[in-house]
């Protein structure tokens, strides 16, 4: 199985600066892409950032020029930077990954439990 453990969630003013990271663990072959998405009470889960392995990235336009994704292959690590956050930021950021467990198995989803970042007005 493939585990992602978030970390780095909490309660900022708004204005403010935070770091997620996501690290993916257990019998890996080969990770594609990594991303990040939301969910706030009462609404749907949406793509904040995503980052194939190639290094290229994409950004939902509310989050573009604060929020930076980036990625440590080595460490099967992804990282959202958020900068400047808005009271609308807030919600529930789930780690995501496209990951392969063996040379011949299929790409699955993976998923983490989730972590809280609200934004305080």
């Known amino acids: 199985q493939v585990q992602l453990v978030e970390s780095g969630g909490g309660l900022v003013q708004a204005g403010g600066s935070l770091r997620l990271s996501c690290a993916a663990s257990?019998?890996?072959?080969?990770?594609?892409?990594m991303g990040w998405y939301r969910q706030a009470p009462g609404k749907e889960r949406e793509l904040v950032a995503i980052?194939?392995?190639?290094?290229?990235?994409n950004y939902a336009d509310s989050v573009k020029g604060r929020f930076t994704i980036s990625r440590d292959n080595a460490k099967n690590t992804v990282y959202l930077q958020m900068n400047n956050l808005k009271s609308e930021d807030t919600a529930v950021y789930y780690c995501?990954?496209?990951?392969?467990?063996?040379?011949?198995?299929?790409?699955?989803?993976?998923w983490g439990q989730g972590t809280q970042v609200t934004v305080s007005s």
């Open positions: 995501s990954a496209r990951a392969r467990r063996t040379p011949w198995a299929q790409w699955g989803d993976y």
């Open positions: 980052i194939p392995s190639d290094g290229s990235t």
């Open positions: 257990g019998s890996i072959f080969r990770i594609n892409a």
